[in-house]
């Protein structure tokens, strides 16, 4: 049975939850690598902090519309999560010139993954939309041209200990972007997608 749209109160809104979250995430975050820490600590909790405003006004504007309301709420968190996820690889590219290579594939990706939020909405609703496969290649050329990056900078330089741990973070971020536009697809939208699935 589908749950009705409801009511979000200040105390099921979980903001402080998520911002929870992110303060923790962010405060780890700043350990990897070992530099600059007190700085990255600072930039962290204040994105920790701004995200916690962003969901706040979501919440006052989505407050009568339980689905609409947790969807944004959790592209939010997700963006939270990408960006404290990815941002031990950059760190410890920048300055060289694969920091500006993954930094372009990066945001290239995002932004043509918000563009086309819908199509994205439609293909992972539906796995059998013909559009599914140039997804899911998408996705693992993406990883092959990234593993290809990062490969090369550990060969040009001596391997380092937070390369690994910085590794497998960016490749949970990445999924995380691929999924993320989906949040900012209506419920009405979804639900006349997963119609159409159930109808096939």
Known sequence: MEKPIEHVSFAKNRVFLTLFLHIMLGFVNSFIPEENIGFWIKINLSLAILLAVTNYIIWIYHKENSKRYFSLHSFVLFLGVIFYFMSPVFKGLYPTVYFWILLMITVGLAIFLLIKYKVVTKVIVNPQHYLFNS????????????????????????????????????????????IAPVMLATPEKVKELEGIVKER
């Open 135 to 178: 997804l899911l290649m998408l996705y693992v050329g993406i990883l092959l041209l990234v593993g290809g990056v990062l490969w090369a900078y550990m060969l040009a330089f001596e391997p380092i200990s937070w390369i690994p741990v910085g590794i497998i973070l960016y490749f949970i971020a990445l999924f995380f972007v691929f």
